[in-house]
């Protein structure tokens, strides 16, 4: 059997790849395809973290006039609701899950304990992060990068709706150069649009390497922990 490239793994997954089409809420369809890739690299003895996103049920960013704080904390029970839902189509196909929170439910959720985490993915287990850092004015990218660094992950993978870093969006300019490697100081320098600072800080300062590429085709997943040529590789020469 082919061998995977990366060990240890940290997956984001944005709120609105889990909505498919419908552009908002949560397609099951969609859901238990991007599960499927997951459990094959679990199948393959890879350890996945995952970070979701919460766009497909709330953008703080879009909240008009409400308290930027209040927003974000709306947001993070939204990324609640998406770890959970993963959780649940992860072991509907026989995976063993833990799902963690930045923000205290035990009722519903783990509390985010680094070491207990780390336990977890040794023994197996795929850990999903939900409510981000748990404190506002963070984005989930952020968290992404904060906890790849925390749970010394091999690479974080970040899962788009493009099929990498470009300069410019793909989406509006036909003419967009995509990157297949840059730097994460390239990122800040020419203001890609990738991530946000903070989080392309945290990746460049901390030495972690990022590969972005496209999650409309969910086994992408699984090519990019075996190491196939998809995406765009950020990392700090």
């Not at 023994?123 to 990068?145: H, L």
Request: glycine share 8%; with cysteine; aromatic share 6%.
């Amino acid at each position: 059997m082919e061998q995977p490239k990366y060990k240890r793994i940290l997956l984001k997954v944005s709120g609105e790849a889990l909505a498919g089409e419908k552009k908002t809420g949560l397609d099951f369809d969609i859901i238990t395809d991007i599960c499927r890739s997951i459990k094959k690299c679990v199948d393959a003895g890879v350890q996945v973290g995952v970070v979701v996103g919460g766009g497909n049920f709330w953008r703080g960013r879009s909240s008009g006039a409400m308290d930027r704080t209040r927003a974000d904390h709306i947001g993070m029970l939204a990324t609640a609701m998406n770890a959970l839902a993963l959780a649940d189509a992860l072991e509907s196909l026989g995976c063993v899950v833990r799902v963690q929170t930045a923000i205290g439910m035990q009722q519903v959720a783990e509390p985010y304990i680094r070491n207990k985490a780390v336990n977890h993915l040794e023994k197996g287990r795929v850990v999903i992060f939900g409510c981000g850092t748990g404190n506002p004015f963070f984005s989930t990218d952020t968290a992404s990068s904060l906890r790849a660094v925390e749970i010394d992950a091999d690479i974080f993978l970040k899962a788009t709706l493009v099929d990498g870093v470009y300069d410019k969006d793909p989406h509006k300019y036909p003419d967009a150069k995509k990157y297949d490697r840059l730097t994460f100081s390239q990122v800040l320098s020419e203001e890609l649009a990738v991530m946000d600072s903070t989080a392309a800080t945290m990746c460049r300062d901390n030495h972690m390497k990022m590969l972005v590429f496209d999650l409309s085709r969910p086994d992408n997943i699984y090519d990019a922990v075996m190491g196939l040529d998809i995406g765009t590789i950020v990392e700090e020469g």
